[in-house]
């Protein structure tokens, strides 16, 4: 897995000698952002406003919200995210009409999922022979946690007609077929299917929407795949990228996006 490097940012206020303290109220008087020094550091917890931005902090119980460009981060026993004197990250409550709140990273291991879902959107080459075969292959995972390899293998029937089966592990459990207009697209009616696996610890609903998929005169081509399913893990890594979101890495290798932006 490739380490995401970030930097964190010093400010400069008033005098060029002088450091900003990392924590302050907003005031009239501008900070000196010119002469800004950029460390970087291994910590995927240490970010860097690019803008005339600030980080939102709350300091303990207190209601007052303040204001640092310092971004230096770190975890608290609870999960929830500080700066280095102990100030609360915030970030924006869309559940509660953005209001404001501290951000808690949930730590502890994650429940393994059954796959329900399944994404697929590829292109079949309109020029493909008839009786002519491509296959995608990915893995779910059943109630346990365990995985299971799925194929999807694609024959082409006549003209904008594929034949699609499903297999699990290598025995047969589902088909279906998929219709395109004479454009390329898909036909809304058929993007859609859902069928039943008969995993080991009992049946299993799986639903395959193959919305975007197309058929035009261009070689056969995997455009998109993503599946619900996971096997239980432990977090082992915290990524937060350039828009602010908290990307959740769980071995193994699960990715999860907490679904929360801080606060600028």
Known sequence: MKKLIVVFILCLYNMPSLYATPIMKLKADSLNLKNCLYTKTDSSMDISLLNKGYFVVKRGKGDGLFYTRFGSFMLDSE??????????LQRFDVEASDSLAKIQIPTSNIKSCPTSNIQLRLNLDSSEEVNGKQRVT???YNSLGAAHYLS???TKLEANLWQVEIEVDQQMVASTELQFEYYGDLK???KDYDFQWNAPEGLTNIHFDFEGTTQYQYPFGLTYLKQDGHSAGSLAHITINN???IDLLYLPMQFTDLTTTYSV
Not at 79 to 88: K, V
């Open 79 to 88: 999960g929830f995210l500080l700066t280095s004197n102990g100030d609360f």
């Open 188 to 190: 809304l009616h058929t």
């Open 243 to 245: 828009d602010g979101e």
């Open 152 to 154: 999807t293998i694609f």
């Open 138 to 140: 990915m893995t779910i």
